[in-house]
């Protein structure tokens, strides 16, 4: 893999995965999730949708071998590692609203969205076409009674994913900002990039 | 309530819908699903958002007293009435992708994306802005092991589900295309709208 890239706890970031690179996310102090979205970089009306990537891959539970599919029903990430095995696929990233509604902070935080928007600025993406993300390492439980919950992450520390893009992408990635996540303490993300050499 | 409109099998159509506002979907035959899209009428980059739903309302189940959420984290709808009470927020549309993945039909054929496509055209609404729909009426069961599965509506002939606009909106409705949403029968759908007169 290469260089590894740090992500400051409640921050965000953006970047450019070519097809076939691997990029691999880790939560070095665990119990900490992070929020990726991905947009073709040929065509930014093009992103990730957990509605076609549940239809399709037929599970809540996405991990090693789970594609994760675009709006235009195209594989953009494919899972070729998970050491956690826990993510989520449901819950729009955290934002002003999720942090009055849930915790019932007014004034300025950080948030998931805001941060995604931000990293995202300078590919010209905006707001409105930043999907829900996918959680990594974010723990949500479904009861019998199909009530959903936000529970501490499993992920231990060192714990990480590999995806490979499946095409040109931008991804966008996190160190998530709400506390019921990451079991109300903040911590960092990490991530690194590396090229596949053979076989791609 | 109004006059009602009805929505041929595998077919769609689309809409405005006032704040205040009350669309009613019903199913005379039973059986059949209604793919349900929302537009701020006023800015078209406020739409639908499962992510944002699933998130405020903490339950797969909505239901009666539910509201549907945007991407921009207001709510858009809400269920003031509902003798079904089984609907699904996961999955896309059905579109030709969908239609080669789970049915192996490779020519052309009609799904609820290309109809609501067709149907959101004269509202200048393009197809990535197209969002996972609300699908009223369609059984998805999630299996203890959270491997999801597409099962036969339960509602019966004459079910149905008022809905109340939080905001003036472009609706689309279809009546759904794909085979194991409606057991395997393709039915049509109804609609009506009613002004609130009072308490507005």
């Known amino acids: 893999?290469?260089?590894?890239?740090?992500?400051?706890?409640?921050?965000?970031?953006?970047?450019?995965?070519?097809?076939?690179?691997?990029?691999?996310?880790?939560?070095?102090?665990?119990?900490?999730?992070?929020?990726?979205?991905?947009?073709?970089?040929?065509?930014?009306?093009?992103?990730?949708?957990?509605?076609?990537?549940?239809?399709?891959?037929?599970?809540?539970r996405l991990t090693q071998g789970s594609k994760l599919y675009s709006n235009q029903s195209n594989p953009m990430l494919e899972i070729v590692e998970d050491t956690c095995g826990l993510h989520d696929f449901l819950l729009a990233p955290c934002c002003k609203q999720t942090m009055k509604h849930f915790y019932n902070i007014d004034g300025e935080c950080p948030t998931c969205a805001d941060n995604l928007q931000n990293a995202l600025e300078k590919y010209n993406i905006e707001r409105a076409l930043i999907p829900t993300a996918f959680n990594i390492f974010m723990n949500v439980q479904i009861a019998e009674d199909m009530t959903i919950s936000v529970q501490k992450p499993i992920a231990k520390p060192g714990d990480f994913v590999v995806f490979k893009a499946c095409m040109d992408l931008i991804i966008g990635l996190t160190a998530c900002s709400a506390g019921a996540s990451n079991g109300y303490s903040f911590k960092n993300i990490e991530y690194s990039i590396d090229k596949v050499t053979a076989g791609v």
């Not at 119990?31 to 947009?39: I, K, P, S, Y």
């Open 1 to 60: 893999m290469g260089k590894v890239i740090n992500i400051p706890p409640q921050s965000g970031t953006a970047f450019l995965l070519n097809k076939g690179e691997l990029l691999k996310v880790s939560c070095p102090l665990g119990e900490q999730v992070a929020d990726m979205t991905a947009h073709n970089a040929l065509d930014k009306m093009e992103f990730l949708s957990n509605g076609k990537t549940l239809d399709f891959e037929e599970t809540l």
